[in-house]
């Protein structure tokens, strides 16, 4: 499967942006994930969705701010209530085994490009 994230820009505190990670195939078997790197800064966790059942995880992180929409091939992040330090680049990456709840980024994930998302006045 080969993902695409789209949808980066900028936006004032407070807010709201919607991510798009499109994908090449189903993403039934794939729990799909966003992840985010700040400049300088090391990468984070966002949110995951389950392929299998659509379980999310992760949400603790964001504080409820954010959440992960899934139709067919595409998987969303909906930010809301956005603060400058969730500026960074965003990426949505595929894990093969589905394991969200696990919380560990295997060597066998698939990564789409980043996007920006820039929080600023």
């Known amino acids: 499967v080969q993902l695409q994230a789209s949808g980066g820009g900028l936006v004032q505190p407070g807010g709201s942006l919607t991510l798009s990670c499109i994908s090449s195939?189903?993403?039934?078997?794939?729990?799909i994930a966003w992840l985010r790197q700040a400049p300088g800064k090391e990468r984070e966790k966002v949110l995951c969705i389950s392929g299998m059942d659509g379980s999310t995880y992760w949400e603790d992180s964001m504080e409820g701010r954010f959440t992960i929409p899934r139709e067919k091939n595409t998987v969303y992040l909906q930010m809301n209530n956005l603060k400058p330090e969730d500026t960074a680049v965003y990426y949505c990456?595929?894990?093969?085994?589905?394991?969200?709840?696990?919380?560990?980024?295997?060597?066998?994930?698939?990564w789409g490009k980043g996007t920006l998302v820039t929080v600023s006045s």
């Open positions: 195939g189903r993403l039934d078997h794939y729990g």
């Open positions: 990456a595929a894990d093969p085994f589905d394991r969200c709840d696990l919380g560990i980024i295997g060597p066998n994930w698939r």
